[in-house]
């Protein structure tokens, strides 16, 4: 499962540097439903969620990273965001904030 698992992120890599988010996602997916233990597939489809627009899915996945791999500095800052498209709502705010203090 874990070279299937590899596959899938590789294709989502692809993707994702393709600018194709949809299938990006897709393929991040796949690799989580194979090995959900993988902080970085989740770290992945959060950046990708994060170029689509999608912060909401976005904050889930790094919650999920920090979840799984509190050490793993990038799940923070996907958590805290480049860009939530103008702050979804307080609770993300504040969660930025709080993201942000901990690197």
């Known amino acids: 499962m874990a070279e299937e698992a590899e ?3 590789a294709a989502g890599n692809k993707a994702l540097q393709a600018g194709n988010l949809t299938e990006a996602i897709e393929n991040y997916t796949k690799s989580i439903n ?3 233990t993988n ?5 992945n489809r959060s950046a990708a969620y994060l170029k689509k627009g999608d912060g909401n899915n976005a904050l889930e996945d790094a919650k999920s990273t ?6 793993f500095s990038k799940g923070y800052s996907r958590k ?6 103008g702050f979804v709502d307080l609770e993300v705010f504040i969660a930025m904030l709080i993201s942000y203090a901990h690197i």
């Open 7 to 9: 596959q899938f992120k």
């Open 80 to 85: 805290g965001g480049e860009s939530y498209n």
């Open 39 to 43: 902080h970085v597939y989740y770290s």
């Open 66 to 71: 920090i979840a799984i791999n509190p050490e």
């Open 34 to 36: 194979c090995d959900g």
